[in-house]
């Protein structure tokens, strides 16, 4: 299947800096991409979808403030965290469908661990 | 966004019985429901689909029906194997073909 690259794969920051999280598609070209967190024994919570080349649509509920999303590249989206707080901590996670497998499967990243002390 | 309901959140298994789990969504407008599993510490794979357009699709030891009237959709595991031990999700796209909204995920385990 195709290839989503999550980078990096565990972080540690200190309360009240930003963070950075990459996801790639390696081998397929995705105008839209997806970011979702997941807490503990719970599920996959989208928060917003990525869009190449324009402004990311955010969930219900999810702060754009808080969590900035930068979709320059067909193949490279960009979620960060600004001003992390300890709540913040959670497990990242994006995915992206290629269009040329129409558009079904979806592949995710490997997640990123984040943690904010 | 759709809504996505799953259950039970866990199930425990003998290895050789079957495996149901059980999704509900709240969209109509939902036409596709994937199903993936989580290994532990691993990123989810796609098992199995369904399109709105079909009322069961099969492969192999892994069955997915679908009832569009009722909103709901199941995943039938077969002859169970220590190695389907994982956690299975659900989703539904809503309205919105290119957004899944998952389900709340079952913690399936089977026991030798």
């Known amino acids: 299947g195709a290839v989503v690259s999550q980078h990096p794969s565990r972080v540690i920051c200190k309360s009240g800096t930003s963070v950075k999280i990459e996801c790639r598609s390696l081998?397929?070209?995705?105008?839209?991409m997806f970011w979702y967190r997941q807490f503990p024994k719970k599920s996959l919570m989208l928060m917003a979808t990525?869009?190449?080349?324009?402004?990311?649509?955010?969930e219900q509920g999810v702060e754009k403030d808080k969590f900035l999303i930068n979709h320059a590249s067909l193949t490279l989206s960009t979620l960060t965290v600004t001003s992390a707080h300890p709540e913040d901590s959670s497990f990242y996670i994006c995915?992206?469908?290629?269009?040329?497998?129409?558009?079904?499967?979806?592949?995710f990243g490997q997640g990123t661990r984040l943690t904010v002390v | 966004g759709e809504n996505v309901e799953q259950h039970p959140s866990t199930l425990s298994v003998q290895e050789g019985d079957s495996a149901v789990i059980k999704c509900t969504y709240s969209d109509s407008a939902s036409n596709y429901f994937p199903w993936y599993k989580q290994e532990l510490g691993k990123r989810p794979q796609l098992i199995i689909d369904?399109?709105?357009?079909?009322g069961e699709k099969k492969d192999q030891r892994i069955a997915v029906t679908l009832n569009k009237t009722a909103k709901h959709f199941s995943l039938h595991i077969t002859e169970t194997q220590p190695e389907d031990s994982a956690v299975y999700f659900c989703?539904?796209?809503?309205?919105?073909?290119?957004?899944?909204?998952f389900g709340s995920g079952t913690k399936l385990n089977v026991k030798p």
């Open positions: 369904i399109r709105s357009n079909v």
């Open positions: 081998d397929f070209q995705a105008t839209t």
């Open positions: 990525s869009n190449e080349g324009s402004k990311a649509t955010y």
């Open positions: 989703a539904a796209t809503g309205y919105n073909f290119n957004k899944f909204y």
């Open positions: 995915s992206a469908r290629d269009q040329g497998r129409g558009w079904t499967e979806a592949f």
